[in-house]
């Protein structure tokens, strides 16, 4: 094994996608033996092909494959797996997991679980960092459950408030509160949401800042006591608190504000006795010159690429190093920043219908090359976007020696990206690196959904009729002809009947009304779920509910028929 303390020589990657490639490609540069794991839509996924040695865990969605601790322990123990690397998401943020990984005498290549359950849990979050002397973003220290704790924080610290879970992240379980009428419905909505998504329905008040900047500080740390920062990034760009574009350093952040961060975010690691690569989160607000720690995800990040090409750190090979027992065998004197670097998530959504998610076959799929460019891909020409799955299909990422030239890059690049068979959302990326107020440092976390039209870009070309395809099972290969399914309109609409179909492929999260329930126009009906996106399913008429045609938690296909209503004063 070369450059290793002989700990393990066999990493199993507990992941899918373009973050499983990255961290198989880094084991292979170590000399580590790389496995796979993959569910049965995945079984020929690119993440498949990179391994050394893949083993199927059967099922499709994510709670019957790759959220399931059992089956991945079984597929290291029945692979040789010495180490476990979680990836981002999934389970990355799970200490349960991460303690059954070393219980089964694995090597966990993360953080202690005890410091994942603290900074996974935003009020104790809260608590240590105010401890270790960082200033958390105004807000409570302790769950709320009254609608009128919201009103008396809002009343007291200022409208809007955001409303949102204790054991959440991701963007998952806010909601913001613009004044007293709407804080029963959003801690509902909140509660709901963060019961669903994280088993934990708590939720805690923070005050809402209108036009805030979002900065994240990648730190390292090692067992042996060393933490160091490697500069900050800015993910600004954002929609439904999911990120679109990322660049490092944090373009216009203040000279001083930027090193109080630094410092903040290694306070925060030693704080909670950190090891490994974590990521502390901030928001700065550029109208007051205020700045305050938001939560810490201590996994590896999606971003994680830009900050590599600005400081030269390979940041996953960090991780299996110290997850090694080897120390980081840098200071912080040896971390420089060197230009900039910015980075676009190409995602399988259509960007003029919402951005809604559009699985399927790529037909054709050509990344960008050339000075400063850099791909990180999970898919290739004739591989398939599942439904099941985060529909993230690489990210494009360009350096330069300044902000300027490397937007101006990436800008090209995206022209020069080609895919078929799905619709991305290169269209409305091209739209945020030519806007001026980007070009300008301008936005603001929610900037992209109020300032920005995307109005003008025009829908994806529907996908052709039928397509031959090769599908690979169990070491054979047989030919598949796929035909496009052509939702029908189901009888006896005609004549009063409305039937309420999914816009899009996903999973039915939640069904809110039973048959023979009344509905007036505009009630919640049903809930789609699809890449961290929720889609409610509304009344479009006052009615009576004759059928639900998918149990919850089962998938659904788009213009797939998921209520029947009977419109009132029908026959």
């Not at 910015?342 to 000075?371: S, Y």
């Not at 009063?496 to 009906?525: H, I």
């Amino acid at each position: 094994m070369v450059g290793l303390m002989p700990s393990f020589k066999s990493v199993l990657v507990a992941n899918r996608g373009e973050i499983a490639v990255r961290v198989l490609r880094a084991c292979r540069e170590l000399g580590l033996v790389g496995i796979g794991v993959y569910s049965d839509p995945d079984a020929g996924a690119l993440h498949v092909r990179e391994a050394d040695r893949a083993v199927g865990i059967g099922g499709a969605a994510v709670a019957d494959s790759y959220l399931d601790q059992g089956k991945l322990l079984a597929a290291a123990a029945e692979a040789g797996a010495e180490a476990v690397h979680p990836g981002y998401g999934l389970l990355s943020e799970h200490a349960g997991f991460a303690r059954a990984v070393t219980a089964a005498g694995l090597v966990w290549v993360g953080p202690p679980p005890e410091a994942i359950a603290q900074m996974g849990d935003k009020l104790a979050a809260r608590r240590a960092v105010l401890a270790a002397g960082v200033e958390p973003v105004p807000g409570t220290g302790d769950a709320v459950a009254d609608p009128a704790e919201v009103v008396a924080f809002g009343e007291a610290n200022g409208w809007p408030v955001a409303v949102k879970a204790a054991a959440g992240g991701g963007g998952r379980g806010i909601r913001v509160v613009a004044g007293p009428a709407e804080a029963a419905a959003a801690l509902a909505a909140a509660t709901r949401e963060a019961q669903a998504a994280f088993g934990d329905g708590a939720c805690y008040l923070e005050r809402f800042f209108p036009r805030p900047r979002h900065v994240e500080v990648q730190v390292l740390a090692d067992s042996h006591g060393a933490i160091v920062h490697l500069g900050e990034r800015d993910c600004s760009v954002q929609r439904r608190h999911q990120k679109l574009v990322e660049e490092a350093p944090s373009p216009g952040l203040p000279a001083e504000v930027g090193q109080r961060l630094r410092t903040w975010a290694v306070a925060v690691a030693k704080a909670c006795g950190y090891v490994g690569a974590g990521t502390v989160e901030f928001l700065w607000d550029p109208a007051s010159g205020g700045a305050w720690f938001l939560e810490m995800n201590t996994r590896i990040q999606v971003e994680h690429p830009i900050t590599e090409q600005v400081t030269g750190v390979d940041i996953v090979a960090a991780q299996l190093r110290v997850a090694a027992g080897e120390p980081l065998g840098i200071g912080q004197d040896d971390v420089a920043v060197r230009g900039h670097a910015v980075e676009c998530r190409i995602n399988a959504e259509d960007p003029a219908r919402g951005f809604l998610p559009t699985p399927g076959t790529i037909t054709a799929l050509r990344w960008p090359g050339g000075p400063g460019l850099r791909v990180d891909a999970g898919y290739e020409t004739g591989d398939t976007v599942s439904a099941f799955y985060d529909d993230l299909l690489g990210k494009l990422v360009a350096w330069a020696p300044d902000r300027e030239r490397a937007v101006a890059r990436l800008r090209a690049a995206l022209d020069e990206l080609v895919v078929e068979g799905v619709a991305t959302t290169a269209p409305a990326l091209a739209e945020v690196l030519d806007h001026p107020d980007f070009r300008a440092a301008r936005h603001w976390t929610t900037w992209l959904e109020e300032a920005v039209d995307l109005g003008g870009i025009a829908p994806a070309a529907a996908p052709a009729p039928e397509a031959d395809i090769h599908v690979t099972v169990g070491g054979r290969t047989w030919p598949v002809r796929l035909h496009r399914h052509r939702p029908r309109t189901p009888a006896g609409a005609a004549t009063g009947g409305g039937a309420v179909v999914s816009p899009l492929a996903g999973t039915l999260a939640r069904v809110e009304v039973a048959t023979g329930q009344r509905v007036a126009p505009g009630d919640l009906l049903a809930v789609v779920e699809a890449m961290k996106m929720e889609t409610p399913l509304l009344a479009p008429f006052a009615g009576t509910v004759v059928g639900v045609r998918f149990p919850v938690g089962g998938p659904v296909a788009a213009g797939q028929v998921v209520v029947e209503i009977q419109a009132d004063g029908s026959p």
